[in-house]
């Protein structure tokens, strides 16, 4: 904190460092599709820029790019993103000389029409054989490889954002002896999109929980690509995956089609009828969408809301700590809703559980609401839920070295002692209730849950935290093992 020019006070928020650290609850993962990048492989983006230089500039057919960028303008820091697509096809060339062919380095119809130029120049008082490829692919910018030796020229092209050089099926070195220049001009064609299926999207659930940074998890384009029953099955899916590992919460938007208080009411009734409270804890919707500028041309865009607001989440966890609620807080780069609901149906979707963003006058689009879907009151609170993730994931750096060393009262100990550091540093920052230490929290491994009958190759450990709001404890058992690793269960 530092003093302002004029009388008063001004507060300076200092970021934390930018790496790989799985401690951290400010990291989103996206899954979606994008114009271009690889497919189904989990990516580390740390800006705006690298999303477009990974994936491509945005051609308005998708929701992720610009829910990543709401994610960067709200002042998130860094992102996972796991691209989509159907079994698609990548953009090639004609075969070129001596057998080898040039394609697009990920499929999709993003590179049709790209332009492939070539330029070789025999050896000469100048220097020897050497290459120029220029490729020019439409809304990317223009990428020229100078001065190749033509037996580099495929290494040189793995370093390419936009093509690849691979041999067709006639194979055969390219010619390195031609006496004078000669050029190849060619196009590339044949690349086309297919929308994600369920599988696709099952399989990005699987993917997304073997990360173990990321603490929030976003699909913006997960309702415009599934419908109905699939849809529904694959969120409990994605609720089933990451709710046993209470490290991570799930951004929902509601389907683009919904847009009655009516039709979100019914939607949200069926997701809670068909989960228990343990998955619906694990997840939060935001409605409704965010009018944004367009990315492609001008005007305006429709998005859903998600991405923007693990920006903003992500903010306010640098700002005052996951443990207090995201909410109240201002969106940046949204202009207006796409539904503006009256007063009496706000309260009919608050009711539901939905958290509202609302319209307040002279402080522009803010998020109003922190729960879960879950309708239990020691799961209910976005705050508590996150509260318990950075639990779960201090508890585990903690206590997962001490996985294979012998069961014994030295071991009990050091867990005990181990935990008890987490939880006084989390008490000392105002996140856990009461004046006193014990009225927070309390780690229990003694001979009380571990009788002299219990399998000598497992530790229990026993922890109740009670949040700072309510005074309700948030009950976790550890369990190590010697023949399973650590596993962090909710009671």
């Not at 989990?42 to 929701?63: E, I, K, L, Q």
């Not at 692919?137 to 020229?144: C, T």
């Not at 370093?159 to 190849?184: H, K, Q, Y």
Request: proline share 8%.
């Amino acid at each position: 904190m530092t003093g302002a020019a004029l009388p008063g006070v001004s507060l300076t928020f200092e970021r934390a460092g930018s790496d790989s650290e799985p401690l951290r609850t400010d990291v989103a993962v996206f899954i979606g599709r994008t114009r271009r990048g690889p497919v189904g492989v989990p990516v580390r983006v740390g800006s705006w820029n690298d999303v477009v230089d990974t994936y491509g500039p945005p051609d308005g057919r998708s929701a992720t790019p610009y829910a990543l960028r709401g994610f960067f303008e709200n002042e998130g820091r860094a992102a996972w993103v796991l691209r989509l697509s159907g079994p698609a096809t990548a953009s090639a060339s004609a075969p070129w000389t001596g057998g080898y062919v040039f394609v697009a380095r990920s499929p999709g119809a993003w590179a049709n029409g790209g332009r492939i130029t070539v330029r070789y120049r025999g050896s000469s008082v100048a220097g020897p054989p050497s290459l120029t490829v220029r490729v020019q692919v439409p809304g990317e910018p223009v990428e020229i490889l100078a001065g190749v030796a033509p037996d580099e020229v495929v290494d040189r092209l793995a370093t390419s954002r936009l093509i690849s050089l691979v041999e067709n099926d006639s194979g055969g070195p390219i010619p390195v002896d031609a006496p004078i220049s000669m050029s190849w001009d060619l196009t590339l064609t044949g690349g086309a999109d297919v929308p994600p299926g369920r599988d696709e999207y099952a399989a990005a659930v699987t993917a997304q929980a073997e990360l173990p940074e990321p603490a929030l998890v976003a699909s913006p384009d997960l309702g415009t690509d599934l419908a109905g029953g699939d849809h529904s099955d694959l969120v409990l899916s994605l609720l089933a995956t990451c709710a046993p590992l209470l490290d991570r919460l799930v951004l929902l938007d509601v389907p683009p089609e919904l847009s009655t208080v009516d039709e979100v009411g019914a939607w949200v009734g069926a997701l809670t009828d068909l989960g228990d409270e343990a998955l619906l804890a694990a997840a939060a919707v935001y409605h409704p969408p965010l009018r944004v500028p367009s990315l492609v041309g001008t005007g305006l865009r429709t998005v859903p809301a998600a991405g923007h607001v693990a920006g903003l989440v992500a903010r306010l966890d640098d700002e005052r700590g996951a443990a207090s609620t995201p909410a109240n807080a201002t969106l940046l780069d949204a202009v207006d809703l796409a539904v503006e609901y009256p007063e009496a149906q706000q309260v009919r979707l608050f009711e539901a559980n939905v958290d509202l963003v609302r319209c307040v006058r002279g402080r522009g689009l803010v998020v109003w609401g922190g729960r879960t879907l879950s309708g239990d009151p020691r799961r209910r609170f976005v705050a508590h839920r996150r509260l318990l993730h950075v639990l779960v994931r201090a508890i585990r750096r903690v206590a997962a070295p001490l996985v294979f060393d012998v069961n014994s009262p030295e071991l009990r100990l050091t867990l005990v002692r181990a935990i008890t550091s987490v939880l006084l540093e989390n008490f000392r920052t105002g996140a856990l209730a009461g004046t006193r230490p014990e009225q927070a929290f309390r780690v229990v491994c003694d001979d009380t849950n571990n009788p002299s009958t219990q399998d000598p190759g497992t530790v229990v450990c026993d922890v109740e935290v009670a949040p700072a709001v309510p005074m309700e404890f948030v009950r976790l058992r550890l369990v190590l093992g010697q023949d399973r690793g650590l596993e962090v269960i909710e009671s």
